[in-house]
C-alpha cells in the first residue's frame, strides 16, 4: 500500500511538473501602430508632380518632333 501510494504521488508531482515547465507564454499585446500623417501625403502629392511633369515634357518632345 506504501508503495502505491508513493508511486501516486509521485507520478502526481511528475505530471505538474511537466505541465508548468511546458506551458507556454500568453499571447503578445497588440502592436503600437505607427501614425500615418501629412509627410505619406506630401510624398503622394510630390511624386503625382512629378509623374505629371514627366508626362508633359514627354508630350512636348513629340509635338517637337513632329
Known sequence: MKTLLFLLITLTI???ATTIVFAQP???TAPSQAPIDGGLG???AAGG???LKKLRDKKNREEELE
Open 14 to 16: 511528475i505530471f505538474i
Open 49 to 51: 508632380a512629378y509623374a
Open 42 to 44: 506630401l510624398l503622394a
Open 26 to 28: 500568453g499571447l503578445p
